[in-house]
């Protein structure tokens, strides 16, 4: 790489760090530490939403997808849109009732701290496992277009990462996530810019990609399939979104620091209009480098933009391209940390040692705040090491999440619309939920082992996993409160 790129990258981590610090000053409490002292802006607190959700993965992957395919993909983020709306609305007014720390306080009111316990856990591993693979599969593209190992890339971001987060929290992971969404966004304009200057032109560039159908954007097709339909975007897309932005601690922890529950639902609703534009912008960045004729055919799709940022992108635009990256993965350590270290301290700690001092948290939150610091770095390269058996790792961070989200779902429509529900229910409707799913994520590489009837399930879309999931745990979670009286427990 040029020195002015490398001069570009140090600037970003010297500007992370001395962000995380900035904003340690007035610290006193877990409040201040977890929840920004509730008083982050919505403004700031719909940026990050935007930049948490978007790992370095996304902004290597959704080229590849504009380059190989066409806008189909964005029917998804309509869905992504619809579901949080349906959060806005529903779900988010629980949570600005007290003072809940944690995406799991309200379930301990309404099925007891066991449940609560529950669904926090199953929050804890299934984010490590899916985390640690996410900033293994980001070391990938950040190692090729940096010349670094994937260990070095691993280690190098976790530990700056760590640094500032466990120093100013939340709000340092915020501010950070606002930096960093602005340098991985002004990255994609230029990326898009100078592809369409080699192009000929936008118009051009344009014109050609839609001759060749790469700005076709609706499939009506109704197929469960097919993975990118109209009715799959819209229906998976929304109780996919709904799930993780209205169960998820990583999200709701943003939402609770808002200054109320109108800015809370700003950030949310407008994260999703975001969001859009977003992926709409990296679809034309790897339409407009097919249209360079810089995606040959026998490349990977995930190779098809590092490959043109190394070679392709002047000194100093690729430095920002690769600060970007960098940005992207960042922000996906930095949540997991604070949301896995506050859901620790709240949901387990405070819960069992009845210990609630918020300045004892304080400091409880921060010796957890490095322990999964280091349990995420460790998991990133445990992954690194098990994968150079070609182990499939985009696949597996999909499929963890898909386990898990259609259960959370489900628990909280329970908690909200179903009167006899009680903790033993849910705690039925998940377990069997996450037992279904795990043979539906396996269901293909089964069949070809001799269990021919699991055929049907290994085909269906990743869109509509979500949706099963969520059917399963109401129906089962349905049937076992009818088989006892009503009360509640």
Do not use: C
């Not at 990977?300 to 100093?316: A, E, K, N």
């Not at 819960?351 to 001092?357: E, I, Q």
């Not at 990133?380 to 696949?395: C, N, R």
Request: hydrophobic share 55%; proline share 4%; aromatic share 10%.
């Amino acid at each position: 790489m040029a020195p002015l790129d490398l001069a570009i990258i140090v600037l970003y981590f010297a500007g992370t760090l001395g962000l995380g610090l900035w904003v340690t000053r007035g610290q006193r409490t877990s409040g201040d530490y977890f929840l920004g002292a509730r008083d982050l802006p919505a403004w700031a607190i719909l940026l990050s939403i935007v930049a948490t959700e978007t790992s370095a993965l996304t902004v290597i992957s959704i080229p590849g997808l504009g380059a190989r395919g066409d806008l189909t993909f964005l029917q998804l983020t309509f869905g992504y849109l619809i579901g949080r709306i349906a959060v806005a609305a529903w779900l988010l007014p629980g949570y600005f009732t007290g003072q809940q720390e944690t995406a799991y306080a309200r379930l301990e009111t309404r099925f007891g701290v066991g449940t609560r316990r529950l669904i926090s856990a199953n929050f804890l591993v299934t984010r490590f496992l899916g985390d640690s693979v996410r900033i293994f599969a980001g070391a990938i593209p950040l190692a090729l277009v940096t010349g670094w190992s994937v260990p070095t890339s691993i280690l190098t971001m976790g530990l700056v990462t760590l640094a500032y987060t466990w120093a100013g929290g939340l709000k340092a992971v915020v501010w950070a996530d606002v930096i960093q969404l602005v340098v991985y966004l002004a990255g994609g304009l230029a990326a898009l810019a100078i592809a369409w200057h080699l192009a000929g032109g936008a118009v051009p560039a344009l014109s050609k990609a839609a001759a060749a159908g790469k700005l076709h954007l609706l499939n009506p097709a109704w197929s469960f399939t097919q993975t990118y339909t109209l009715a799959g975007g819209v229906i998976g897309g929304a109780l996919l979104s709904a799930a993780s932005h209205g169960t998820d601690q990583l999200i709701v922890q943003r939402l609770l620091a808002t200054r109320s529950l109108r800015d809370a639902r700003i950030a949310l609703v407008g994260s999703g209009l975001v969001i859009i534009l977003q992926f709409l912008l990296f679809l034309l960045v790897g339409s407009a480098i097919w249209a360079a004729g810089f995606a040959p055919d026998g490349m990977r799709s995930d190779l098809i933009f590092p490959t043109f940022i190394v070679h392709q992108l002047p000194p100093g635009v690729s430095g920002l391209m690769v600060a970007g990256i960098l940005a992207a993965a960042m922000s996906t350590i930095s949540s997991s940390i604070n949301a896995l270290a506050s859901s620790v301290t709240h949901d387990f700690y405070a819960t069992w040692s009845g210990r609630t001092d918020p300045h004892h948290l304080l400091g409880i939150g921060r010796l957890f705040t490095a322990f999964w610091g280091f349990a995420l770095i460790g998991g990133a390269l445990a992954f690194w090491a098990w994968a150079s058996l070609d182990t499939p790792v985009v696949v597996l961070a999909l499929s963890i999440a898909s386990v898990t989200y259609g259960a959370l779902l489900g628990t909280y429509v329970l908690a909200g619309r179903w009167a006899r529900a009680r903790g033993r229910d849910v705690v039925r409707g998940t377990t069997a939920t996450l037992a279904v799913m795990l043979v539906v994520i396996f269901a293909r590489p089964l069949a070809a082992r001799g269990l021919s009837w699991l055929e049907p399930l290994g085909s269906l879309a990743w869109p509509w996993y979500v949706p099963l999931g969520t059917a399963l745990t109401l129906l089962i979670g349905i049937l076992s409160s009818l088989t006892a009286p009503s009360e509640v427990a």
